[in-house]
């Protein structure tokens, strides 16, 4: 299958301070990026859609203020934390799609920890 | 009433046991049914896609499509404790843009 790159696999961070999770498509051109947010031993929690180029969508009850989407390329998205709070920490996954596909291809995950 | 309805679980089988694992979701629209492996503190892995009904047989693993029913289903034969994770099931329908939508997960646990 196709390869999604995420980086990094931990972080822990400051409260206040801000984190760039990164999401990298190896082999293929992902059209459409997504960024899940996971609890423990919960699903995943669909935060924001973003399409190369455009902005991203994000899902009700998601602040586009606090968790800021790039996805400036057909390989990179980012995601970045700003003003990171305790209550942010938790496992952050993206996942890929290219054009004309359903399925779609996940990255390793990203724990954050904000202490 | 969620969208997919999968048990959590734990199912807990001795090696070598045929597993089996299922969602039942109520969008008929639903056309497009894959099955993801998330191992503890990584992302999840396609195992399985399938399209509209019928079965998919990939290795130890066969994936069972009936939208009559509104079911799917993985099964997993001669199950290995490395099988041991979390299966969650995902499917979309093209009327709405191919977004997944996540059955919970069922946490699997093959016991040597």
């Known amino acids: 299958g196709a390869v999604v790159s995420q980086h990094p696999s931990r972080v822990i961070c400051k409260s206040g301070t801000s984190v760039k999770i990164e999401c990298r498509s190896l082999?293929?051109?992902?059209?459409?990026m997504f960024w899940y947010r996971q609890f423990p031993k919960q699903s995943l929690m669909l935060m924001a859609t973003?399409?190369?180029?455009?902005?991203?969508?994000?899902e009700q009850g998601v602040e586009k203020d606090k968790f800021l989407i790039n996805h400036a390329s057909l390989t990179l998205s980012t995601l970045t934390v700003t003003s990171a709070h305790p209550e942010d920490s938790s496992f952050y996954i993206c996942?890929?799609?290219?054009?004309?596909?359903?399925?779609?291809?996940f990255g390793q995950g990203t724990r954050l920890t904000v202490v | 009433q969620k969208e997919v309805e999968q048990d959590p679980g734990p199912l807990s089988v001795p090696e070598g046991a045929i597993v089996s694992l299922n969602c039942t979701y109520s969008?008929?629209?639903?056309?497009?049914f894959m099955w993801y492996r998330q191992y503890s503190r990584k992302g999840p892995e396609l195992l399985m896609y399938?399209?509209?009904?019928g079965n998919k047989e990939d290795g130890r693993f066969t994936a069972q499509v009936d939208k009559s029913s509104k079911y799917i289903s993985l099964f997993i034969r001669d199950s290995q404790p490395s099988d041991s994770a979390t299966y969650l099931c995902?499917?979309?329908?093209?009327?709405?843009?191919?977004?997944?939508?996540f059955g919970g997960g069922t946490r699997l646990m093959v016991k040597p």
């Open positions: 996942s890929a799609r290219f054009l004309g596909n359903t399925e779609a291809f």
């Open positions: 082999d293929f051109q992902a059209t459409t």
């Open positions: 973003s399409n190369e180029g455009s902005k991203a969508t994000y």
């Open positions: 969008n008929s629209a639903f056309q497009y």
């Open positions: 399938t399209y509209s009904s």
């Open positions: 995902a499917m979309s329908a093209r009327n709405a843009g191919n977004m997944l939508t």
